[in-house]
């Protein structure tokens, strides 16, 4: 295992093709691969395969399928973890399911807990349970998604859920964009950490548009790096030392 004073994030903030895994796969790893070697971390947005769809009987993949292998053998490729949200079926549920590919380690996964009602989520998928934290070179990482951004009890960060890192995967709508971009800073300083929230931008098939904003927080609620409304990759360090010392 590599450990690294400073983590190497890579946000990418994307346009999604409309229920089509294959078309952005291919788009993402495109963006991605020259990312080898300059990153310790990629972050994809929620169900960055398809979009945010209610239409889990034509575009569930199972546990293994096509994305899980694909971001297990792009973690590889790149030497940095990959997280990013995919729509799962595991037997008769289906779920909203991060991923977490590191190079050399078993394929994570949470599920998102908290579902978006105003969109009929909680109709279409079954919620998850239980955040955890990953030790990635050096920090602690702990990877949620979208609208468990609103409910700061569940990410409190306490002896059985500390890290350094929060990750928020999300496809967040522009009409409540200040509720993201504001919410990202409170989950920073509430919890003393770094903040990573990943937006998607564009309109999905429904026609709802996404303003990105994609931003790194540190643990004082400070921006490192911001991104308006247009595809890019942003990149930022997390520095474990200068948060240890905030901490003391």
Known sequence: LRLVSKL??????????????????????????????STDLVVLPETFTTGFSMQTSEIAEPPDGPTAQWLVSLAAELDAAVTGSVIVRQGSLCYNRLFWAAPGEP???????????MAGEHEHFAAGREAWVVQWRGLKVCPLVCY???????????????????????????????AWRQLLRARAIENQ?????????????????HSGDSAVIDFRGHTLVEAADEPCVLSAELAAQPLADYRA
């Open 193 to 209: 950490a770094y903040v990573v929230g990943v937006n998607r931008v564009g309109a999905d098939g429904l026609g709802v548009a």
């Open 8 to 37: 190497r994030a890579a946000l990418v903030q994307q346009p999604l093709v409309w229920r089509d895994a294959a078309v952005n796969r291919a788009r993402f790893e495109t963006l991605l691969r020259p990312l080898k070697g």
């Open 148 to 178: 468990d951004l609103r409910f700061p009890v569940f990410s409190r960060r306490r002896q059985q859920l500390d890290y350094e890192v929060l990750i928020y995967v999300a496809n967040w709508p522009a009409a409540r964009a200040d």
């Open 107 to 117: 394929l994570r996964h949470y599920d998102k807990r908290h579902l978006f009602r």
